[in-house]
């Protein structure tokens, strides 16, 4: 039984051990710098259907969890530059760089549950505003109601960071919470700066 115990307890260490180098990988691959949200904890990774995301973090007193996502850029780049040198003519494929709305609302749509909703809302940030406070080129969040789904799981509610710095990365946070009034009473208790800059692009 000891055994049994102890091998458990090795394998929970080393899955979380896992995703933290991972996740360091990321942040070094991409130029980008997390740090720690005021008061939150590590919390694991739920495997679904619908978003894949490297990290999480929630409040032991609170009912939010925030995940992050980070898709690097460099791989689609030198394949699109590659095929701008070489390609056969009348053939075609989409710059990377030119897809960050497209990227944010099927995001957006996955994380709701799947299908398009018309009551997901949002806006782009102010270029020099996302510049300034994420080092990103583009930036757009959106309020996403959650259907019973095995991303949202409990939750009922999302609101999405989507960010984007061209040739490095696309990255997508995700504020998990039952309403946006519990999402804004966080702010408010904790501090919206101690939230909402955890991850962003190095100066």
């Keep these: 039984m000891i055994l049994l115990f102890t091998a458990v307890a090795v ?8 995703v933290e180098i991972k996740f360091n ?26 978003i894949h995301y490297d990290y999480a973090v929630k409040y032991p007193d609170r009912n939010m969890e925030i995940r992050y996502t980070i898709v ?17 003519p009348g053939s075609a494929m989409a710059d990377p760089n030119k897809g960050f709305d497209a990227f944010t609302y099927v995001t957006a749509i996955n994380a709701g549950g799947g299908v398009q909703d018309t009551t997901i809302k949002g806006r782009r940030f102010p270029a020099a505003d996302v510049k ?26 999302c609101s999405l960071v989507s960010l984007q710095k061209d040739n490095v990365a ?15 009473d966080t702010y408010q208790a904790i501090g919206a ?9 190095k100066d």
């Design 25 to 50: 990988k990321l942040l070094d691959e991409t130029g980008m710098v997390f740090k720690m949200p005021e008061g939150s904890v590590k919390t694991p990774i739920v495997k679904n259907r619908q």
């Design 72 to 88: 690097p850029m460099a791989g689609r780049v030198a394949e699109y530059q590659e095929f701008q040198k070489n390609h056969a």
């Design 193 to 201: 700066q101690n939230i909402y800059y955890a991850l962003k692009f």
């Design 170 to 184: 696309n990255v997508y946070i995700f504020y998990l919470c039952n309403s946006m009034k519990e999402l804004f």
């Design 132 to 157: 300034k406070e994420f080092g990103a080129d583009y930036g757009a969040f959106l309020l996403i109601p959650v259907k019973n789904n095995s991303f949202g799981t409990e939750y009922k509610f």
């Design 11 to 18: 394998n929970a260490q080393s899955t979380t051990d896992s």
